[in-house]
């Protein structure tokens, strides 16, 4: 005769999703991270180059990232506030940070790649050097920078999807609260012996009741 319980089994994904959660958690925080680097760093180099003709004969011209658009630097640091900001809330205000930091992600890639082709910041630093307001840049070239901040772009989006797909397995930062975000209950300290009157004065030294009422 086969023994029949109602206690259910105890679910063997278990481990499996702790395990996933803890990479899922450190591949996130690697990628934001090195992202978020990775894009400050490509806007500060030169993203395109050339000249323009003035009374002396050509004049060197180069413009970096900065120059070109703030909008990928400006991202990266609110997508690694955002990395931040995610074990900082629970549930929907997670679900809401790691939509925040894909976006960031997004947007700095869509930002890198159209600045690499952009024209306009060394269009209007050769009009101010040749002090013509027609005046354009000419043998105009670009380097790969600009694509390298779209690569750290790219890490912070795979952060944010790491954050959507696995971040109610992640951590918070703080311990005070349980799982179910319930204080955990102060341990009350044991009523005083009525036989031992110097316990009965601490009991009232601490503000409480020695009756136990």
Wanted: proline fraction near 7%.
């Amino acid at each position: 005769m086969e023994y029949v319980t109602a206690v259910p089994h105890p679910r063997s994904e278990a481990p499996g999703s702790a395990r996933a959660g803890r990479m899922s958690l450190a591949v996130a925080l690697l990628c934001g991270a090195l992202g978020a680097a990775v894009a400050l760093l490509a806007t500060r180099q030169r993203w395109s180059e050339g000249t323009v003709t003035v009374a002396g004969g050509p004049f060197p011209l180069i413009a970096k990232g900065s120059d070109v658009t703030g909008v990928p630097a400006a991202l990266a640091i609110v997508g690694l506030a955002a990395l931040v900001a995610v074990f900082a809330v629970r549930r929907a205000g997670r679900l809401m940070v790691a939509g925040l930091l894909a976006l960031c992600g997004a947007g700095t890639v869509a930002a890198a790649l159209l600045g690499a082709s952009d024209s306009a910041a060394l269009d209007e630093k050769a009009a101010q050097a040749s002090g013509d307001t027609s005046a354009t840049v000419e043998a105009l070239t670009h380097t790969a920078w600009p694509y390298v901040a779209a690569v750290g772009g790219a890490l912070i989006l795979l952060a944010g999807l790491l954050a959507l797909r696995y971040g109610r397995l992640w951590p918070g930062m703080s311990g005070r609260y349980e799982r179910g975000g319930t204080p955990r209950p102060r341990r009350r300290a044991p009523a005083p012996d009525p036989d031992r009157p110097e316990e009965l004065w601490k009991a009232l030294d601490r503000g409480e009741d020695p009756t136990g009422a």
